[in-house]
Structures are given as structure tokens and as C-alpha cells.
């Protein structure tokens, strides 16, 4: 998932699973919006994420690999109880398997649930425990603040028979007006201790079995990486020594879609459920949190073509 699907957010999450029914003609201009809300825990998370494109077909093909081809560009948008996010998307499918993306959103933090948290160094205690005890002093408390977060991502997915892989891949340039002193923040919707004026990668793999009542069950593995520079640490860190900042988490990942309604104005109602192991977090792997609780996500997405007659 952007958090995933059309956009750079939704992306995150979760992208569509690849569908068990044949591939749907793209029509020639499109008014195409998605939207998925999501819950989970481990890390603590409520959100609602909307994209909505206007898309012009490329060119008119009969094959499968190319028939689904667009220029899209349109708005990205999310909520939850810590923060908002607006802001513009560009995207290009030159075939069916592949798109390309990116985004730029202004991204403002309430100051609520203890989040926005920054720190001077990426040493910093940044676990679950560590931000609660943090906003409890008036030093180091949350605050209220916004920036602006450039998203470029691509999607690549193949099928053959019932069996589907895709990679969601998408690299992100965070700056965000901060605390003095301070240089990395955590972002709650990553879980991940950003850079400030860095940049962060996160990248997943799914492998899945797609049945053809819209059932589609498989595992999803998931690699996040934050880029650090000499102007990110403190001036008594130790340069010889590098923060652990990597994640890896690996689990299940299943999705029913409802219905499809190829193409209409409400298309593709799908539950999705995520459950995945941390293999490799600096918290999440016993030392705030035992290494046995999964990350868990429940989202509802749908989406739709405005511009349909049905």
C-alpha cells in the first residue's frame, strides 16, 4: 500500500493487488479518484488517504501488456489524528505492468498523540517509550509544525496463471521546519526516524494467489532505509559508528475485492489485511517491543472513474 494505491501515500500501504480477471481497456480520458482508510498497531495508526487523477490514455492497444497505458495528473491528499497532507501528483503508466509516479505534498503535524517528534541525532531514543517520556517534558515535547515531502515511486507487477509478484518502490526527500538543534524526526506513517533534508527509501515485494472470486492471499515483505549525511548527527556522535535505521519486516498480506465493477463510479470495495514479523527494527525486535507482536494493518480502499456513465 502509497500508505499505497494510486498515489504516492496510498502507495505506502497498499497498491491493489493485481486482479484474476482479464486485464480492463483504458479508457481514453479517465477522472480516477481512490481512496483507502486504514488501521493498525505496532506501530499505533488511524488514516485516510484519497489521489484523484485526470488520465489521458497514450495510445489504443489490444494486448494485455499494453492496454492499460496513461498520463495522469491530479491531487494527493491524507488525514489523521497527528496530521494532514496535501498536495499535486504526476504519474505515467507506459504499460500495464509498470508505473511511475511523483508527488509533492505539504504535510502539517497537530502537535497531537506526541507526534511531531524530533531529536538532535539519529542515536536518539525514538522508540514507543522513548517519544511518550519525551513529550512529557516541556524541553523536548511535541509541537506543532509543517514541511514539504517530494515522493518519486514505481510499481512493477507481472501474473502468470493465479500467481502474481509486484514491487511498490518509492523514494521520499523530507524538510520540515524544526526544533533548534534538532535533525531527524520519526515519521509515524514509515515508522521510520527521517532524515531532515535527507532522503528515505522504502521498497516491497509481494508474491500472491489471486482466485477468481477477488481473493488474493500471499506474503509481502517490506525494506525501509533512511539516508544519512555528516549534517544529521550531533557534533559528539561517533562518525565510525552507524545508527540502525534499516527495517525489515516480512508477513502475510491478503485482500478481497468485493466486486468489480469495471470501471464505474464506485468500482472495486476491497478489504485488506496486513500482518507482518519485524526481522530487523532497533525497538521492535525486543528492545521496547517484544520481537512476538506483529504490525498490523486493516484498510477499506475502493476507487472509480467520475467521468463513468455507470
Do not use: C
Amino acid at each position: 500500500m502509497r500508505w499505497i494505491v494510486g498515489g504516492a501515500l496510498i502507495a505506502s500501504l497498499i497498491a491493489g493487488p493485481a486482479s484474476a480477471q482479464e486485464v480492463r481497456p483504458q479508457p481514453e480520458v479517465e477522472l480516477r479518484y481512490q481512496s483507502l482508510t486504514a488501521a493498525r498497531v505496532n506501530p499505533l495508526g488511524l488514516v485516510s488517504m484519497f489521489d484523484l487523477t485526470l488520465r489521458a490514455r497514450l495510445h489504443e492497444h489490444e494486448s494485455a501488456i499494453l492496454t492499460q497505458n496513461y498520463a495522469g495528473i491530479g491531487m494527493t491528499g491524507g488525514l489523521s489524528p497527528a496530521w494532514g497532507r496535501v498536495g499535486v501528483l504526476a504519474e505515467l503508466t507506459p504499460l500495464t505492468i509498470l508505473r511511475l509516479y511523483a508527488s509533492y505534498e505539504i504535510v502539517g503535524y497537530f502537535s497531537t498523540f506526541n507526534l511531531f517528534a524530533s531529536f538532535p541525532s539519529p542515536f536518539s531514543d525514538f522508540s514507543d517509550t522513548g517519544i511518550k517520556e519525551q513529550s512529557n517534558q516541556a524541553a523536548t515535547a511535541s509541537y506543532d509544525t509543517y514541511g514539504g515531502q517530494l515522493t518519486l515511486g514505481a510499481t512493477v507487477q507481472v501474473k502468470l496463471g493465479p500467481i502474481a509478484a509486484r514491487n511498490l518502490f518509492r523514494a521520499g526527500h523530507v524538510s520540515f521546519r524544526m526544533r533548534d538543534g534538532d535533525r531527524v524526526f520519526y515519521d509515524q506513517l514509515s515508522d521510520m526516524l527521517l532524515p531532515n533534508d535527507g532522503w528515505y527509501l522504502i521498497n516491497e515485494v509481494d508474491v500472491l494467489g489471486l482466485f477468481d472470486f477477488g481473493l488474493a492471499v500471499g506474503a509481502r515483505w517490506t525494506y525501509s532505509h533512511s539516508f544519512l549525511e555528516a549534517q544529521h548527527y550531533a557534533p559528539l556522535d561517533d562518525p565510525a559508528v552507524v545508527p540502525e535505521t534499516d527495517i525489515h519486516r516480512l508477513g502475510l498480506l491478503a485482500a478481497w475485492t468485493i466486486e468489480d465493477n469495471g470501471g464505474a463510479r464506485f468500482d472495486r470495495p476491497t478489504i485488506i489485511l496486513i500482518a507482518q514479523w519485524h526481522l530487523v527494527h532497533r525497538y521492535r525486535t525486543g528492545a521496547d517491543v517484544h520481537v512476538g507482536l506483529p504490525y498490523i494493518a486493516l484498510a477499506f480502499q475502493f476507487t472509480g472513474d467520475l467521468l463513468s456513465e455507470r
